[in-house]
């Protein structure tokens, strides 16, 4: 004997008022982002230094440990400026597979 059981669609979208401190929270990490991107330009500085040290003095593993924290430095940088649409995206990409 099969018995069909039919489950109810469940809806659950984020709540802003659903726990206290989210506030406090969205504060904390708006500040961790902006930690995130100072280091990261921080990074850029130090490895653009490191690229042009290698690069003058006939070093090419130094030039090229130096382009790839450049490279690093920047994805890093996009990756914090973004980390909001982002998310946004795949919360939306992931709302429409169910």
Same mark, same amino acid.
């Given at each position: ?13 984020? !709540? ?12 904390? #990490? ?15 500085? #130090? ?5 042009? $040290?290698?690069? !003058? ?30 998310? !946004?995206? $795949?919360? !939306? ?6």
């Amino acid at each position: 004997m099969h018995r069909h059981r039919l489950l109810a669609d469940i809806s659950i979208t984020p !709540n802003a008022d659903g726990l206290p401190g989210i506030e406090q929270l969205r504060t904390i #990490v708006g500040a961790v982002m902006t930690v995130g991107l100072i280091l990261a330009v921080l990074a850029l500085i #130090v490895a653009a230094i490191v690229w042009a $040290f290698g690069a !003058n003095s006939s070093n090419p593993h130094l030039a090229g440990r130096g382009k790839t924290g450049v490279v690093v430095a920047l994805a890093a940088a996009v990756v914090c400026g973004e980390a909001v649409a982002l998310v !946004n995206f $795949f919360w !939306n990409v992931g709302q429409q597979v169910g």
